[in-house]
């Protein structure tokens, strides 16, 4: 039974163990927290609303469960969940009674009993969905120990998104899929989540009132696809204009989101203002401080797309925008947060290193805030120490930190998992801050994490001398990727202690196939210390060479030629000043690959030993096709670079041996990928064109679809974008229309070249494969989305063909 788990790695608390705690350590936020939860729904609401995420989640169980909202008193002052055994006769139904300060409480209790108490496993539907097999009948559920469980928040929020997730991920969902991302986010203790859909709708609202036209904004708006950049004053005009469905659409969306998120609890965080303003407001206003930033990453600055408008946050126009905005939210929506999210700075430093300088310009954007909602509160991405850190000194850091009352201010640690700013900052000055895990680059899909950092990282920084540590977060670019990690980060929202990750890990794998299969329970043991333990500091972007082919001239004399953004890791989103340096004593182009490859191909041969034991398990699936794809995508990596290295040593043969071994594994991972409905491009392009209302905006809304997992952005004839597979993406239909004959093409350059010995036309291969993605971006050709072929029998056979000795 799963209830006899050892519970050795689970914090759980005995209710009669309960001790009163107090919030001191969280003063700095007190009142804050205290109008949060006035705004709470009512007890009714919030438990109807943890009643409906049972419904969807687990309907046979409906009336096994009784709910119920209590105060935070009898958590000690905290936030918490409490469950135990119905009492009364179980003739009723009831057998389990979980409460909870929330609705999220109440469902994080109903997450935590069924995994490890029925062995059950809740993960995003295009990561394997749901394992509920393992939960007893009703009338048959496993019972607690009398006194029962509590298990307090150590910290008070649990915080989820990225600024750029709503257009890696979110672009294109209807209503149905965000009501079970809601869900998820409850069963996994999200209470802080951003609500940035539908923010064009208020701020063609908010510019007409100060005489901006719509027809000003056609240029403004980006694409639905690259909205997230446009927001933050990246780029303007691309992939767009924006038209009145869209944004008719997307408010009415977001009003769905923002009443459900409220519903169960949670408290939404709303954009607020910038600085990134129209074009047409410099005329109207040409007194104002108005600034035109700088190129972002386009090829020639195009004017069409490149170069937004800045106003400068001290400009009294600034203020009155930014207050515009704010209540044009709160007309619109309620009164439903106090917490507004702004990044000014993120991808523009401020004209002068003054610390009085930039402790106004801090001042100015809160004054903005505040006089939009007094009680405001601002929360920004942390990330701008990091990767500007030769700006942002300590005077510098210490500034803008303490530009806002105390309290009025809250950092996301973005990337904590990896590089934690908290250690050097003397804990971001006395600012509260959350430890987030940024873990994921443009939605890649890529195994990867750092289980030991998330086990304990949260646990080091809360506990550390004079933390201000007041949440976790998860901040992905793109998210329904590694689900192992993502389970593990929602859990440490709960954790009190380190977490043994061997022990869970080993729970993990028992949950998530609804049985205990041991040649895999060894495969994820080999998992944890390999791909799930990368500690080399590097970002994992996706560079393996299929997903982001090179763009270089591999002749020996020409090595140094390797186009910039193929030794570079971008960070999010992509920009002039967010990468790390790859280091390398090579010219060779470089793929990320921080464990040793027999150790995963074992891995995989244990996987696939087990598979007869999980016949029909949609997780299980996942996951085989997940580790093969990742497994083969490295093997190619090695061909490629022998193939480049043949052309180099003018060995025609070995040359077409290994590229013709490239392009077969491209074929091969097709054909992998097209046995499990998680892995298609077709998925994508459907739900994009789903959206439109007329033929026009269904042209349009596919182009922005197909050109964000490709090109990215702009090319010419020459030059392809700088971020070109930025958002890559291990889709079947996208490795056989774009991967293979890019390669393909390639490669026939090389042959060509020894063939004729002339040198290798980089150019004439560059105009004829930008040729080939622009038709392909504009294209409309269908894609399956439903999957084809059995994945254990296809991964089976692509072992033996690459692997068995």
Known sequence: MFNKFNFLFLILVPSFLLLPLSLSEFDSIGPLLQRLDSKRAPPYVQEAAAKGVLSRLLPTHLSSFEFKIVSKDACGGDSCFLINNYNQSRQSGSE???????????????????????????????????????????????????????????????YYQNVVTSSYSYVWWEWEKWEKEVDWMALQGVNLPLAFTGQEAIWQKVFKDFNISSEDLNNFFGGPAFLAWARMGNLHG??????????????????????????????????????NVPASLTK???????????????????????????????????????????????????????????????ENSPPTGDPEYISNLGASIFKAMSKGDKDAVWLMQGWLFYSDSSFWKPPQMKALLQSVPSGKMIVLDLFADVKPIWKSSFQFYGTPYIWCMLHNFGGNIEMYGILDAISSGPVEARISANSTMVGVGMCMEGIEQNPVVYELMSEMAFREEKVQVSEWIKSYSHRRYGKAVHQVEEAWEILYHTIYNCTDGIADHNHDFIVMFPDWDPSTNFGSSVANDQKKIYFLPPGNRRYLSQETNSDMPQAHLWYRPDDVIKALQLFLAGGKDLAGSLTYRYDLVDLTRQILSKLANEEY?????????????????????????????????????????????ESAKKLARNPSEK?????????????????????????????NKFWSGLFESYYLPRASTYFSYLSESLRRNEKFKLIEWRKQWISQSNKWQEGNELYPVKANGNSLAISQALYEKYFAK
């Not at 969306?253 to 600085?275: D, Y």
């Not at 004017?303 to 600034?318: H, I, N, S």
């Not at 042209?699 to 958002?727: C, G, P």
């Open 96 to 158: 389990i009674i979980i409460r909870g300060t929330t609705a999220v409480e109440i469902a994080s209790g109903l997450h935590w009993y069924l995994k490890y108490w029925c062995g059950a496993h809740i993960s995003w539907t295009k990561t394997g969905g749901i394992q509920i097999a393992s939960v007893p009948k009703p009338g048959s559920l496993p019972l607690l120990k009398d006194e029962g469980l509590i298990v307090k928040r150590p910290v008070p929020w649990n």
């Open 238 to 275: 691309w992939g767009g204009p924006l038209s009145h469905n869209w944004l008719d659409q997307q408010l009415a969306l977001q009003k769905q989101i923002i009443t459900r998120m409220l519903e169960l609890g949670m408290t939404p965080v709303l954009p607020s203002f910038s600085g």
């Open 284 to 346: 109207i206003f040409p007194s104002a401080k108005i600034t035109r930033l700088g190129d972002w990453n386009t090829v020639d600055g195009d004017p069409r797309w490149c170069c937004t408008y800045l106003l400068d946050p001290t400009d009294p126009l600034f203020v009155e925008i930014g207050e515009a905005f704010i209540r044009k939210q709160i007309k619109e929506y309620g009164d439903v947060t106090d917490i507004y999210n702004c990044d000014t700075f993120n």
């Open 641 to 685: 670079i022998k193939a480049v290295t043949s052309f180099q040593k003018k060995d025609i043969d070995a040359l077409h041996f290994h590229s013709n071994k490239f392009l077969q594994l491209i074929k091969d991972i097709e054909i992998l990928l097209a046995s499990d409905d998680n892995f298609l491009l077709g998925t994508w392009l």
């Open 699 to 727: 042209k349009q809304y596919e182009w922005n679809a197909r050109t964000q997992v490709t090109m990215w952005y702009d090319t010419n004839e020459t030059t392809q974008s700088k971020l070109h597979d930025y958002a």
